[in-house]
Nanobody, 124 residues
Framework: QVQLVESGGRLVQAGGSLRLSCAASGRTVSSYAMAWFRQAPGKEREFVAG????????YYTDSVKGRFTISRDNAKNTVYLQMSSLKPEDTAVYYCAASQNAYGGGSYHQYNYWGQGTQVTVSS
């Protein structure tokens, strides 16, 4: 079983950049497909970005393509979400998730483990 702890969320101005980190313990992140989800107030949790267990494939929701990048550092057992050109609509609590499948996909039902979330607020 893996434990996930997110960090890096804060208040940032529109157009700015931010890097979120997801530190894993218990098992290595290379054992899982990993993803970032987010949830804004009054909205459902939505998929943001994912990386396959092999690390060979990354995938994104359309609204963040070209602005966000998911990556993984096996040596640090950490997954990152680099966010740039941030918009007020990116404001949400961001969650890191791990799937026992080789490819987690975009549905939160496919993910077995979750972090507690980190708040990102983008001001206009």
């Amino acid at each position: 079983q893996v434990q996930l702890v997110e960090s890096g969320g804060r208040l940032v101005q529109a157009g700015g950049s931010l890097r979120l980190s997801c530190a894993a313990s218990g098992r290595t992140v290379s054992s899982y497909a990993m993803a970032w989800f987010r949830q804004a107030p009054g909205k459902e949790r939505e998929f943001v970005a994912g990386i396959s267990r092999s690390g060979a494939n990354t995938y994104y929701t359309d609204s963040v393509k070209g602005r966000f990048t998911i990556s993984r550092d096996n040596a640090k057992n950490t997954v990152y979400l680099q966010m740039s050109s941030l918009k007020p609509e990116d404001t949400a609590v961001y969650y890191c998730a791990a799937s026992q499948n080789a490819y987690g996909g975009g549905s939160y039902h496919q993910y077995n483990y979750w972090g507690q979330g980190t708040q990102v607020t983008v001001s206009s």
